[in-house]
């Protein structure tokens, strides 16, 4: 039984309803859980050559069903063309990924103290309970139950509302390849999200750091294994010798590219020394990222997901200013249909300031001063955050230092903050994550426990 609706609507186009589903309250939660742990039985019991089977036919019908998907994402949640897209061939690779990942080892041989057999082995949990965002609306979901399924788990996901339609779109493809069941939707709010970590055997969660940190107490509280990832407060750390029209094009990719909406984003731009040059290059970059049409080939910057959403970004804007910020470029509403906003640098804010210390999830980022690298690295530590940061530059040393200083989960060099490989552990540090790390085979060792079986030899 259901007690409200959810619904998805599109950012550029808010007249256009994109899904709508009754929100499940707890005991449809339940009855939803129990369903997927019959089917769990079956497929825990199907060999690797099966799981590999069913991912990687997966796979290929999302390849076959590229453009439907790519057309859902750019309407749900107003991911530009070329990120959609892009997205889309990632959830590919990440099922073909993960189908192959049936084959790998799940245990160790270790020497027995007094002869016989020792060794180990790694057992799914039984229910994957996952809480996903709506920015990744095919990645996230993906990226968190193709090693649960592979590892022979069954999921039940509690999706965004603001993705609910494709929630829904990968729930119709993945039904085709499992058991009946397995692989379960639970569309809903804060009520379904709770009753989902109430049933699951283990939690993985994307999202905010106050609801990730309410979901884990939830879960630990239970005694159940829990991951949480929660966002960051991203630097780029800009030294002295980095060429100003390279570095200024990537930072401002990584700021403003779908409109700032990923924690990866780039928020904070630590200028080591004088260095006009790269603040004029950088935001004439930005200027060159206007907000278009998703649509549109070419449109690296959309709508952000709500009215809600655009009024944090002028909000924050307003309150810099207040403090002595200075715009660089942006700052205001676009006069559209939909939640557009215009990429925005602001600059002369202290580090203590909130635009510098807290999380804006939109196209808004910071530039600050620091005299050396020493200061750079004291302002990039100084938030809450542990995500990621980049650093860019041409003097190894220079580089080495800042990368050993660094407090973050993740560290690119002459790179954007955003953007991240499938296959290499992801995570980060402090108030960004709780919990092992995503993605790669760490999910493997995640998704199940391990269990040491000893074999005594036999003395007849």
């Not at 939803?32 to 742990?37: E, G, I, T, V």
């Not at 996952?130 to 979901?141: E, H, M, Q, S, V």
Request: proline fraction near 6%.
């Amino acid at each position: 039984m259901s007690t409200s609706h959810v619904t998805s609507i599109s950012p550029q186009a808010p007249s256009d309803v994109v899904a709508e589903a009754g929100a499940l309250d707890p005991r449809a939660v339940a009855a939803l859980a129990a369903r997927a742990r019959e089917a769990q039985l079956q497929w825990r019991a199907t060999g690797a050559a099966g799981r590999c089977s069913s991912l990687a036919g997966a796979a290929r019908e999302l390849r076959d069903r590229r453009q439907q998907a790519t057309e859902l994402v750019i309407r749900e949640v107003g991911k530009p063309r070329g990120e959609a897209a892009g997205e889309v061939d990632r959830g590919i690779a990440i099922l073909e990924y993960y189908a192959q990942a049936a084959f790998a080892s799940r245990g160790d041989l270790l020497p027995p103290s007094i002869g016989g057999l020792l060794y180990t082995e790694r057992r799914p949990h039984g229910l994957a309970g996952l809480i996903t965002p709506w920015n990744f609306p095919i990645a996230i979901p993906l990226w968190k139950s193709a090693p649960a399924l592979v590892c022979g788990n069954a999921v039940l996901l509690k999706p965004s509302p603001d993705a609910l339609g494709t929630a829904l779109f990968l729930q119709e493809l993945l039904a085709r390849h499992l058991p009946d069941g397995l692989f379960a939707v639970a569309p809903g709010e804060a009520q379904t999200g709770e009753a989902v970590v109430a049933e699951a055997d283990i939690v993985s969660f994307t999202g905010s750091v106050g609801v990730g940190a309410s979901v884990t107490a939830q879960a630990t509280g239970r005694g159940v294994p829990v991951q949480a990832e929660m966002g960051g407060q991203n630097a780029a750390i800009v030294l002295p010798d980095a060429d100003p029209a390279r570095s200024a094009a990537i930072i401002a990719g990584a700021a403003m590219g779908y409109a700032g909406q990923k924690c990866t984003a780039t928020r904070r731009v630590i200028v080591v020394g004088e260095n006009d040059a790269f603040v004029d290059a950088l935001v004439q970059r930005t200027e060159a990222l206007a907000p278009g049409d998703p649509y549109a080939d070419g449109v690296a910057v959309g709508p952000v997901i709500s009215e809600a959403a655009r009024a944090r970004v002028l909000e924050a804007v307003a309150r810099a200013q207040q403090a002595g910020g200075r715009t660089l470029t942006g700052g205001a509403a676009l006069d559209r249909d939909g939640w557009f906003v215009a990429p925005t640098l602001v600059d002369r804010v202290d580090p203590s300031d909130p635009i510098m210390q807290e999380e804006t999830f939109g196209p808004l980022a910071a530039v600050c001063r620091a005299g050396d690298l020493d200061e750079a690295v004291q302002i990039a530590n100084g938030v809450r955050f542990g995500l990621v940061t980049s650093i860019h530059g041409r003097d190894l040393d220079q580089i080495l230092r800042a990368v050993a200083a660094v407090d973050t989960g993740m560290i690119k060099v002459n790179g954007p903050t955003a953007g991240v490989d499938f296959y290499a552990p992801f995570g980060g540090e402090k108030a960004s994550s709780f919990g092992p790390r995503e993605q790669g085979m760490a999910a493997l060792d995640f998704y199940t426990s391990t269990h040491t079986v000893s074999l005594a030899p036999h003395a007849g």
